[in-house]
């Protein structure tokens, strides 16, 4: 069993920037992937970015350029870096993680950007 803790998300105005951190209770060099999704309100659980370990990354295409993955193993942690946001970012980001067969959630944390 793989927990997932969130932080850091909250209410920006466009242009801003917001970073999402995800805490794993598994040491996340051994997780096949780790990642965030987002979902708008009354839309689809999409994809935001992912980050494997095998040191592969990939990113919507709608954040591509604005929004970085990294992660820091000492600290079985991943982040999300968002710059640039813009009102159509507005969601509920879930972390989400993959361990062989088994897939796991965070909390879930809102990320509002208006004026």
């Known amino acids: 069993q793989v927990q997932l803790v969130q932080s850091g998300g909250g209410s920006v105005q466009p242009g801003g920037s917001l970073k999402l951190s995800c805490a794993a209770s598994?040491?996340?060099?051994?997780?096949?992937?780790i990642g965030w999704y987002r979902q708008p309100p009354g839309q689809e659980r999409e994809l935001v970015a992912r980050t494997t370990s095998g040191g592969s990354t990939n990113y919507a295409d709608s954040v591509k350029g604005r929004f970085t993955i990294s992660r820091d193993n000492t600290k079985n942690t991943v982040y999300l870096q968002m710059n640039s946001l813009k009102p159509e970012d507005t969601a509920l980001y879930y972390c989400?993680?993959?361990?062989?067969?088994?897939?796991?959630w965070g909390q879930g944390i809102q990320v509002t950007v208006s004026f």
């Open positions: 598994e040491r996340i060099f051994n997780i096949n992937s």
């Open positions: 989400n993680a993959r361990l062989g067969w088994n897939e796991y």
